[in-house]
């Protein structure tokens, strides 16, 4: 898909000035000059060909109380999707994605507590018959990361 004109200035809006209100598309909307149905559809299409995978917040879960951990795990290429699937469906789990490594799968797990992560990655590891890496954090680093979507962008 070519992103046109009005794709990408969608884009750098909802990386980089997401309103924080009641109706944030229609804002946006409003930003752009176009009807929020239209900006929907837009962004519809957008997700549908795979340039969107999510919008949506992003919380520090330690500053929450959670616990969360890095996993990583082995799977046998003819079960990868079955095992990324039900891994997925997981409430928790966020990031999983499949990487070029001998631990070819690996995910983010948030849980209320310590215990209740180990007892969901048990839970996993009985249910698909792997062993799940857990890789804690020794120190976080939050990098904020916005790809630049307009032709004047990536002027010196």
């Known amino acids: 898909m070519m992103l046109n004109s009005l794709d990408r200035k969608i884009l750098d809006l909802l990386q980089n000035k997401f309103p924080i209100c009641t109706h944030p598309f229609r804002q946006i909307a409003d930003i752009l000059g176009i009807d929020e149905?239209?900006?929907?559809?837009?962004?519809?299409?957008?997700?549908?060909?795979?340039?969107?995978?999510?919008?949506?917040?992003?919380?520090?879960?330690?500053?929450?109380?959670?616990?969360?951990?890095?996993?990583?795990?082995?799977?046998?290429?003819?079960?990868?999707?079955?095992v990324a699937s039900r891994i997925s469906a997981e409430p928790g789990v966020t990031h999983n994605y499949?990487?070029?490594?001998?631990w070819n799968l690996w995910f983010?797990?948030?849980?209320?507590?310590?215990?209740?992560?180990?007892?969901?990655?048990?839970?996993?590891?009985?249910?698909?018959?792997?062993?799940?890496?857990?890789?804690?954090?020794?120190k976080v680093y939050k990098i904020k990361l916005s790809l630049p979507m307009q032709e004047d962008d990536y002027a010196d």
């Open 37 to 82: 149905a239209v900006l929907l559809q837009r962004i519809q299409q957008l997700k549908d060909e795979g340039i969107i995978r999510r919008i949506g917040g992003i919380m520090d879960s330690r500053s929450l109380g959670y616990f969360s951990v890095l996993c990583a795990c082995e799977v046998p290429e003819d079960r990868i999707d079955q």
């Open 98 to 102: 499949r990487r070029n490594h001998r």
């Open 108 to 138: 983010t797990l948030t849980a209320p507590t310590r215990d209740k992560a180990q007892l969901i990655l048990q839970h996993l590891e009985d249910d698909l018959s792997i062993r799940i890496h857990t890789l804690p954090a020794e």
